[in-house]
């Protein structure tokens, strides 16, 4: 079946440690998205990627590192220096259109992975 | 700027209630995208419904509408006899210019009792 993996599920982080979570997709998509949810919040966009070997930050990357060497994996590495990162997060796909459509196709999300701070 | 606004935190109803669900956006862009996502227990977001900015048709799924008026810059949904299932949390997205990037509304949770 198509779709979108992500693990581990549950991720703890002990102080100072570097952890990376794993996002997965067999859809062929070209873009893919990291988003953050904290609790009672809707999601907020850490880094995206349209094309392999080339991501952008989003509106909060300070604290998280990504690559995007296949198309179809975009990991994310959280830092030691994210001095929050309990949350949930999510990652999506989607195709991307070219000229003015692009940007604007359906974001499909996997189903996400927990991360907390022991 | 660009923003959405989901006003109602949280919903309670009763099942076979009708329920609708606001959702105002901001934006300076003409050209535009507004979502609907669904977010059960499970994390999961399930994609419900995208509309673009040139088409103010209303949409009729099943028991779920979508009302689009661009006077008001709103994109309310409503969910018609709900049931137990639609128990989760909505989300309501816009997206804008040529990067993908989704800004979210707050969501709001909504508890259908039986």
């Known amino acids: 079946d198509g779709g979108i993996t992500q693990s581990p599920k549950y991720l703890f982080r002990k102080e100072g440690q570097n952890v990376t979570l794993s996002c997965e997709q067999n859809l062929n998509h070209d873009a893919m998205y990291w988003y953050r949810q904290d609790p009672g919040q809707g999601l907020r966009l850490i880094y995206y990627s349209q094309i392999v070997n080339d991501f952008q930050k989003g509106d909060i990357a300070e604290g998280y590192s990504v690559s995007r060497e296949k198309k179809e994996s975009f990991p994310l590495t959280v830092t030691s220096a994210q001095k929050n990162p309990t949350a949930f997060y999510l990652c999506?796909?989607?195709?991307?259109?070219?000229?003015?459509?692009?940007?604007?196709?359906?974001?499909?999300f996997g189903p996400g992975t927990r991360l907390l701070v022991l | 700027a660009q923003k959405v606004t989901q006003a109602q935190t949280e919903i309670s109803v009763v099942e076979k209630e009708d329920v609708t669900l606001d959702c105002v956006y901001e934006t300076r862009d003409t050209t535009y995208y507004l979502f609907w996502y669904k977010q059960p227990p499970s994390g999961e977001l399930v994609f419900l419904i995208r509309?673009?900015?040139?088409?103010?048709q209303n949409e009729i799924s099943g028991r779920y509408s979508w009302n689009f008026q661009k006077s008001t810059s709103s994109f309310n949904f409503t969910i018609t006899a709900s049931q137990v299932v639609d128990s989760a949390v909505y989300f309501c997205a816009l997206s804008s210019g040529n990067t993908g990037k989704l800004i979210f509304g707050q969501g709001t949770t909504l508890q259908v009792k039986p």
């Open positions: 999506a796909s989607s195709i991307v259109l070219p000229g003015l459509a692009g940007g604007k196709e359906t974001q499909y």
């Open positions: 509309r673009n900015s040139f088409d103010e």
